[in-house]
């Protein structure tokens, strides 16, 4: 299993009622490779990190807040 499927792919349409075994498949094995993601993520980074990012049920939009989070860190290290 590629705990980083989420990451690289993006998330397969929702379930309907004529979704095939294989879209159940991918969909599972996405919502396995999110969640598992972001509580590694979420274990890795420091607490000051971590209190300052908004809750994110998506690991690609957390990986997007982390890395503002540093982008607005770096502007203002440069401007003292």
Not at 36 to 44: A, Q, V
Request: net charge neutral.
């Amino acid at each position: 299993m590629d705990i980083d499927y989420a990451i690289r792919k993006d998330e397969p349409p929702a379930l309907t009622d004529t979704s095939t075994a294989a879209d159940i498949s991918l969909h599972k094995r996405w919502e396995r490779s999110n969640q598992l993601s972001m509580i590694f993520i979420k274990t890795r980074i420091s607490a000051g990190i971590r209190g300052s990012i908004d809750q994110h049920e998506k690991v690609q939009y957390l990986l997007k807040a982390i890395d503002e989070q540093f982008i607005t860190s770096d502007k203002a290290q440069r401007t003292t």
